[in-house]
């Protein structure tokens, strides 16, 4: 009994003081209320600053290391695969050549749709293609090429892939009619069509094409994507290898191989204080996992 005479006590008197205090001085709800915003925004800034930091940390892990490592181990299997195209060079190196997964990849439709961006002479891929059945549409600006059927089932369009529609002024004056994605299944009337193959050989600018297309979801239409990709025209290792993942966890693309670009040697270049000697040409494919 005692011990509760002793609680009452005690609660009345802080009750007391508090009321006394807050009807005697007013200034101590506007200062609890300052105080309370002041320390949410201290909280605030601080979550910022620990994001930029985390950031900048995941930026520096970004190297052309893992890069590499990941473009040299592709993550799938595919039991059975069909080389397309290429050419031998004087070394016996084959050149130009792609790959698609018929197992347990979805193969080729009859009367498969192909686009191939980037020909430079080299018609090898899509006379390949026409062979196995396929309707093939041709891309390239810098042929000096009008727009012409090149055979029953190959048409050579003098237009060029980009992450935006513009007409670039090139070397010797020539003008480069760019596209983007989109622009190609209107021409074509492909919009409600799925493309078997998308092949590109653009030289290093497959990775503002892939950013542009991955941000507007072009390949849900897609089911084989085939890529010799340029690593050495500028140094966003950690863009690219962003670029590659967000192809296999948004697109449900599934990278399947990997192979050097043997007529071309390695590349020695300065990269984070230190000298590498690296090849930075790669044949990449994916296929799309149309169970997702």
């Excluded at 998308?198 to 990775?207: F, H, Q, T």
């Excluded at 507007?216 to 994507?225: A, P, T």
Aim: proline share 2%; aromatic share 12%.
């Amino acid at each position: 009994m005692a011990n509760y005479r002793q609680k009452v006590k005690f609660r009345r008197i802080v009750q007391s003081i508090l009321f006394y205090k807050l009807t005697t001085h007013k200034w101590i709800i506007p200062v609890l209320i300052c105080s309370v915003a002041l320390l949410l925004l201290c909280c605030r800034t601080l979550r910022i600053l620990y994001l930029e930091w985390y950031d900048e940390s995941l930026r520096k892990l970004d190297t052309l290391d893992s890069l590499v490592a990941y473009i040299r181990h592709p993550p799938t299997l595919c039991k059975a695969a069909l080389t397309l195209g290429g050419e031998l060079d004087d070394k016996h190196h084959i050149d130009k050549d792609k790959v698609v997964c018929l197992k347990p990849g979805p193969g080729l439709r009859p009367n498969c749709i192909v686009y191939s961006f980037g020909i430079n002479g080299d018609w090898s891929f899509d006379e390949s293609m026409e062979k196995y059945g396929c309707r093939v549409y041709s891309f390239d600006p810098g042929m000096g090429l009008e727009n012409h059927n090149r055979s029953k089932k190959i048409s050579f369009y003098n237009l060029g892939i980009s992450d935006v529609n513009e007409n670039q002024i090139r070397k010797k004056n020539k003008t480069w009619r760019l596209r983007t994605f989109d622009y190609f299944m209107d021409l074509l009337g492909h919009r409600n069509e799925t493309i078997d193959v998308l092949k590109m050989d653009i030289r290093g600018s497959e990775w503002d094409v892939l950013k542009h297309m991955l941000n507007n979801e072009y390949f849900n239409r897609i089911r084989h994507l085939c890529i010799e990709t340029y690593l050495n025209f500028d140094k966003r290792w950690g863009e690219k290898l962003r670029i590659l993942k967000r192809l296999e966890n948004e697109a449900k693309m599934k990278f399947f191989s990997s192979r050097k670009n043997n007529v071309t040697g390695k590349n020695i270049f300065s990269n984070e204080d230190r000298k590498l000697s690296e090849q930075l040409l790669y044949e990449l494919a994916w296929y799309r996992d149309e169970k997702n």
